[in-house]
């Protein structure tokens, strides 16, 4: 009888020490809160990047014929980036960067590698236009993949879904993933930025996933990060985080990163 006592107080500490801990009773550390916050920058360079690929092929008319709203767009890209070579055929526009001399900039991006724009459709009741990256870049990001957009006019907004791989150039962050959004213009127009809500998922250079819930995030094109909003984020941990955006000046924006139990970090971030 001796024997089997110590033979259950084995079994008892192996189970307690095998107990796993919920996530939110793990220590959040300032090292994730900085890991999170440079993944949230990268995936929202990358979404900035998406959107001036896609506000740049929206100057055509609505309701013609979908070769003559590709005609138009090729006129519309000559106009603004005599740098690129634009080839047209039937409604599908493929364009390279940097071919030829002359601007290369859009909303405040520097434009290399190249680009295919499909309009699908345009009626009056639906505007649909598939959009294909190859290397495409600002010197920022670099983006491979697709999007699907589609435009609701009453409610002067988009829908994008796409799949991409993107680079992060400055952090050489990587990531593989997809993602659904609705995008408006901000108060002052389009010309200053764009409001988004929806989500995006990637998985990183690492193997590590990563889900991103977008609620009323403000982006300007002169931002490294929004300026108003909230990310919801769960790490590869499964941690869930809130990632809160205000400015601070012009050139800065207050991140605050809250984790489990409430605990939280902030980090002032600027263009430099």
């Known amino acids: 009888m001796r024997y089997i006592v110590p033979a259950l107080a084995l079994v008892a500490v192996t189970t307690l020490a095998g107990c796993p801990r919920r996530n939110d009773e793990e220590p959040f550390t300032q090292a ?3 890991e999170a916050l440079e993944q949230a920058q990268a995936s929202a360079a990358s979404e900035d990047l998406m959107v001036a690929s896609v506000e ?4 055509f008319t609505i309701g013609g014929a979908i070769e003559n709203a590709a005609a138009e767009l090729r006129t519309f890209l000559a106009s603004q980036l005599p740098c690129a070579e634009v080839t047209l055929e039937a409604s599908t526009l493929t364009v390279e960067y940097g071919v030829n001399p002359g601007n290369c900039t859009y909303r405040g991006h520097e434009f290399s590698g190249s680009t295919s724009i499909t309009v699908e459709a345009n009626s009056l009741s639906d505007v649909r236009v598939h959009h294909e ?3 495409f870049s600002n010197g920022v990001v ?14 002067r907004s988009r829908h994008v879904v796409h799949h991409a791989e993107w680079t992060h150039l400055p952090t050489m962050r990587t990531g593989v993933g997809e993602g659904d959004r609705i995008q408006r213009p901000l108060a002052g127009g389009i010309a200053e930025g764009f409001m988004v809500d929806g989500s995006r998922s990637w998985t990183s250079d690492r193997g590590r996933r990563w889900d991103l819930a977008i609620d009323g995030v403000e982006m300007r094109w002169a931002d490294p990060v929004p300026q108003a909003g909230q990310y919801t984020l769960e790490n590869p941990a499964g941690k869930t985080l809130s990632l809160g955006f205000s400015r601070v000046d012009t050139d800065t924006i207050k991140v605050t990163v809250t984790g489990p139990r409430g605990r939280s970090f902030s980090f002032n971030v600027n263009k430099i």
């Open 32 to 34: 994730e809160a900085q």
């Open 56 to 59: 740049i092929s929206t100057s």
């Open 133 to 135: 990256w190859d290397g």
């Open 142 to 155: 670099m983006l491979d993949g697709t999007a699907d957009v589609t435009w609701n006019f009453e409610a």
